[in-house]
């Protein structure tokens, strides 16, 4: 008999919750057959994820143990869902409506943090992911990477702009854009390699940073640190929006950039074609807030209905949302940046042109894509296996990453894996087979942390089994649902007196309105006539979305 | 017969509001003789009073004129209502639902700046309020200026941290912030003069600014511009939140400054002897909240009831419109930067320990406040009227301010009053005697203007006659309303999760609560037994709040 996880504790509701929209398929079928059916649910299910929680503003960030001007303001500290484990309450207030238990215990009985390191080493296999290809982590590595970021030099801070605007192609703050931008016609500088379009590079050929770029952060790291020396010399590396070395760090994310950057400068000439009297910042600016409502639109459409387990597909309604009491000004948490953090899901190797590679041999190497083309490279990511998320399952070259995050929880000071259950609305766990089916996993964490409520989150987070049918685990799953939603509805391009034709131009608009998954983007901007398979689904998989 | 106004553009429907708010008095005292009636009235006259324009965020700002990722995302530029004039529609979709008139004539006939100096110039004698005491624009200069902050060096920008957060009292960033605080007990540095408490002195005897203070920045011109010599000689100006020469510019200012940092000190004396493990910060933050929060109380509580002409009285009930759709992120316009220029309140002299002084030396002369004690000089204040609102009634020293805030209109390309009119839900006004009943005005604006649909926001919203028994003109209360509450009920510590006990430690919460008044928060911080007479009424004056 296979090994099976107690769900005694997964609480009514949320197994109720789940049931419906996993199953009850001819039900979802008629929802959909009809538009306003269809937004109504839509509607009802995203207000449902978010508000699980209570809706921002919180009062604690990682400024300090209690509730000053700064950590209600300074939105250079991460935002905290809870107060962190040195806060002392002065009242028998609930907060936020939960019990929060005693800190003590949990803080003194924590592992160490290199103790760890065996709970996500990955086995002898790779265990690969029933149901996503490698395009689905590229694309949250590169996506994610755009709003949660956390400060390199004060794990307390980041340098994030808390909105979804596509930092990563247009930079992280104007100065960086204005080296980017050619200032003519409205496009991003770029260069035309084997007939496709490409950012321009960073280095000289002397090996020197292009003075052009002079505001953009590079870290010098891929020349000074052996194991990280770029594959085909730093010459190949990118100039695009963010640190040199994040951003050309693996080929998923330049992928993602150079698709984007190629779209800018199609949109940038379309405008240019329909309204000649505009100059070039008008057409910059115009082109961008396109391409960051079409890549929303593709995290909607395509990204979020491929995580998701159910038969509903959430569809690009966020007019529905103007009233709601979640439409908060947007703080990136901790937490939120710990449940993003998927290294799991990149396998040990891939497939590169019919052989074998080391994962870690894609990281600097845009000649993957400059050699192939990027309808190519798109296509062969998407027809091979992800990782599965969990743990005993992350490349020993990213074993360092994932202790970082664990170190990280521990820094801020986070409370309890359970302490989250709780805020979270899941019954609060007694013992680790509530989490995992696997037995091995459940005598690991019983030797590292005794006893459940000293559990930390990071780790609680990825030793639950996957939900079936899904892509995550189901802590992870909701805190995406609640941060995600909740902070890209409220991006102000999506905004009742923004999100309307006279903001993009009626062509820009015709382009966005066209557009729903990440393989319209790609068609609109490879070399014309070839059809690529992309998307986030394994080849081998039903594409139903449809639970067993 | 008096001159009368033509009423017939008053709008059916506000002058039905008007009308119940300011009689059916045994229907409001009902209303407000139970709570939970009070606190529904409540919530629904400030609901109306927001909703009367579409909600934030705004699709321009002053950064150009079209919709830009830095026009909805960089606040270092002003917020903007309603498109800039040079602004080209691309459809016909209606701009936020209303009719948008053309600019070019708007534009070619405005009047040259300086040909209105006349307009606005006091006549031999000062108008006088019928309703309010000199505390009354001391509080508004000094409120206003902790979040109306046009950058003095670029009329598009401002220095604003779009919050009520008493930066005038702790500093515009954190750097003064670090600089203001004796970093002993959570308080600010101040000094003891004549047995009362008072900032600081920013220079040495010597005249150079103190090291100490180095973050702070000063302008100087208070030594070099003869006019603007500082009364008592600069050695007496005060070192506060914000620029020096503007932190000391008006004796009322400074009067309100000192307040704050008494209670803040007197607060944070409170919450040490209750809570002796706090360290120096966490008593700071602590007594800085409470602070910022008794001053809003002040700001619904007094002030605005105050400004209302209506029976029912506002109460400071933030929870009530936690769900609101208004209740999005802050941004400062320009449209409230400029009602809220009340030059024309200030008289040409005021008395002074019972002699007649010009209004013009109470500048930078702190020594009435030192020599007099806090309580003496606000006593003084309040029991003298402020002058009237309105055209013909600004003393000659604050002409070019005047004509500052009308060249900013200008200079921003704010659309024309009859364009705002219909924003705020006014029919457009046809003839200058629908704005004033003053024969004289309504001539000279025939002339400089031509026709009203020619007339600029800033002059027109001054043209109209006060409202019955209230403070302001018409439409100066309604933009005030809109953007006043829509922007003082977001503030952090009034939010759901925040704005309680738990944050502000019991002490601090019973200190909050059991304040309501200026008086009340004045009679905290001056020597004991004296009762003082301060409020915002004129003395002749019933302060029923009623309408005649």
């Known amino acids: ?24 398929k001819p039900f979802w079928t008629w929802v959909q057959s009809s538009d306003s059916r269809q937004k109504l649910a839509n509607k009802a299910l995203i207000n449902n994820a978010i ?17 000053s001007w700064e950590s ?82 004060d794990p307390l801070k980041n340098v994030s702009n808390h909105h979804i605007d596509l930092c ?35 280095y000289e050929e ?23 020396q770029a594959r085909g010399g730093k010459e190949r590396l990118f100039a695009m929006g963010v640190e040199v070395e994040r951003a050309n760090v693996s080929v998923g994310y330049v992928m993602l950039n150079v698709l984007c950057l190629r779209e800018h400068n199609r949109l940038a000439d379309l405008l240019a074609d329909a309204y000649p009297h505009w100059d070039d910042d008008r057409l910059f600016q115009t082109a961008r807030n396109a391409v960051i409502v079409e890549v929303m639109k593709i995290v909607v459409e395509d ?21 709601e009491k979640w439409y908060r000004q947007n703080w990136m948490t901790v937490e939120f940046s710990l449940v993003y953090r998927w290294h799991s899901m990149l396998p040990n190797t891939l497939l590169h042109k019919g052989e074998r590679m ?11 894509i400059i050699d192939n083309g990027l309808g190519n490279i798109f296509e062969e990511s998407s027809t091979q296996p992800a990782a599965s998320l969990g743990l005993h399952n992350t490349p020993d070259f990213l074993l360092p990453v994932e202790l970082a995050g664990v170190q990280l929880g521990r820094t801020v000071k986070l409370r309890s894996y359970n302490d989250y259950r709780e805020l979270f609305k899941y019954p609060r766990a007694t013992s680790f087979d509530q989490l995992s089916s696997d037995k091995t996993v459940v005598k690991e964490l019983e030797k590292l942390y005794g006893h459940v409520d000293n559990l930390e989150l990071y780790v609680g987070l990825y030793a639950e089994d996957l939900r079936r049918n899904s892509a995550l685990p189901p802590m992870v799953g909701r805190l995406v649902g609640i941060d995600a939603f909740s902070q890209a509805l409220t991006n102000p391009l999506l905004a009742e007196n923004i999100f ?49």
Chains 1, 2 share one sequence.
């Open 1 to 24: 008999m296979a090994n099976r996880r107690d769900t005694s504790k997964d609480g009514l509701k949320n197994t109720f919750e789940t049931y419906a929209l996993t199953h009850l």
């Open 51 to 67: 508000l699980k929680i209570p809706t921002r503003p919180y009062a604690f960030s990682t400024k300090s143990p209690y509730t």
């Open 72 to 153: 209600l303001t300074d939105r250079s500290y991460s935002g905290l869902h809870l107060p962190p484990s040195d806060w002392e309450p002065l009242t028998d207030e609930k907060h936020l409506g939960i019990t929060l238990s005693p800190t003590e215990d949990f803080k003194r009985k924590l592992p160490a943090v290199e103790n760890l390191q065996d709970l996500f080493r990955m086995g002898e296999q790779t265990k690969y992911s029933p149901k996503s290809n490698l395009i689905f982590p590229y694309f949250v590595q590169w996506f994610t990477d755009g709003f949660l970021r956390t400060d390199r030099t």
């Open 168 to 202: 990563t192609v247009y930079g992280l703050h104007s100065a960086i854009t204005e080296q980017l931008r050619s200032h003519e016609g409205g496009k991003l500088k770029s260069q035309i390699i084997n007939g496709e379009e490409y950012p321009p590079f960073f």
């Open 206 to 228: 002397s090996g020197e940073p292009k003075e052009e770029f002079s505001a953009l952060p590079h870290l010098h790291t891929v020349r000074e640190d052996p194991p990280r």
């Open 303 to 323: 990204y979020i209905n491929h995580i998701t387990p159910y038969h509903f597909k959430f569809v690009t309604d966020p007019l529905a949302f103007t009233k």
């Open 358 to 368: 080391l994962m870690q041999d894609s990281m600097w190497n845009n000649d993957m």
């Open 500 to 548: 309307k034709q006279e903001t993009f131009s009626p062509v820009g608009w015709e382009q966005i309105m066209s557009l729903h998954t990440l393989s319209d983007l790609l068609h609109r901007n490879v070399p014309s006539g070839k059809r690529y398979t992309v998307d986030f689904y394994r080849a081998d998989r039903d594409r139903s979305h449809a639970g067993a």
